[in-house]
Nanobody, 124 residues
Framework: QVQLVESGGGLVQAGGSLRLSCAASGRTFSNYNMGWFRQAPGKEREFVAAIRWSGDSSYYFDSAKGRFTISRDNAKNTVYLQMNSLKPEDTAVYHC?????????????????WGQGTQVTVSS
C-alpha cells in the first residue's frame, strides 16, 4: 500500500500561483511513477501531469503545458505540482496518484493508489 496526502490547495486570484504537495508513505516511493489529476464539479476526473519514478521525464495535459510543472523529491517521498498563471477553469479538486507501470501514462485505471485531494479555487 502507498498512502498519499495532498496539501497546498486554496483560493487564489486568476493569474496567481499555487504549489501543491503530495506526501507518500508506505511502500518505496521511488518505485512509482506519479501523476496529478483534477476533478471539477460535475465533470470527470482528468489527467494533469505525470513524472517518472526517477524524475527525469514528465508528461503534461495540453492545458497544463507552459503553466504547470511537476517535480519530485524521492528523498522526501514527495511530488509537487507548481501551478502558475492560474485560470478560473483550473478550479477543481486536485489528486495525486501512484502507478507501478513502467511508462508514463494518463490512464486513470492504471494508477493504483490515490490521495483524497486538495481543493484549488481560482477566482476571476
Amino acid at each position: 500500500q502507498v498512502q498519499l496526502v495532498e496539501s497546498g490547495g486554496g483560493l487564489v486570484q486568476a493569474g496567481g500561483s499555487l504549489r501543491l504537495s503530495c506526501a507518500a508513505s508506505g511502500r518505496t516511493f521511488s518505485n512509482y511513477n506519479m501523476g496529478w489529476f483534477r476533478q471539477a464539479p460535475g465533470k470527470e476526473r482528468e489527467f494533469v501531469a505525470a513524472i517518472r519514478w526517477s524524475g527525469d521525464s514528465s508528461y503534461y495535459f495540453d492545458s497544463a503545458k507552459g503553466r504547470f510543472t511537476i517535480s519530485r523529491d524521492n528523498a522526501k517521498n514527495t511530488v509537487y505540482l507548481q501551478m502558475n498563471s492560474l485560470k478560473p477553469e483550473d478550479t477543481a479538486v486536485y489528486h495525486c496518484a501512484a502507478s507501478s507501470r513502467e511508462y508514463l501514462h494518463s490512464y486513470i485505471d492504471w494508477y493504483e493508489f490515490w490521495g483524497q485531494g486538495t481543493q484549488v479555487t481560482v477566482s476571476s
